[in-house]
């Protein structure tokens, strides 16, 4: 099997988590970390 393009890719989740934590802040974005959600 030799796709034309990747079929998927694979991230460290940490590393991967903590930099969209910096993107977002950058954004303007409140992060609420240790908080249950309730509702969405």
Same mark, same amino acid.
Request: charged share 20%.
């Given at each position: 099997?030799? %796709? %034309? $393009? %990747?079929?998927?890719? &694979?991230? &460290? !989740? @940490?590393?991967?988590? @903590?930099?969209?934590?910096? !993107?977002? !802040? @950058?954004? =303007? +974005?409140?992060?609420?970390? =240790? $908080? +249950?959600?309730?509702?969405?």
């Amino acid at each position: 099997m030799n %796709p %034309p $393009e %990747p079929i998927a890719c &694979m991230v &460290m !989740r @940490q590393h991967f988590d @903590q930099w969209l934590v910096e !993107r977002v !802040r @950058q954004a =303007g +974005t409140a992060i609420h970390e =240790g $908080e +249950t959600v309730v509702d969405i």
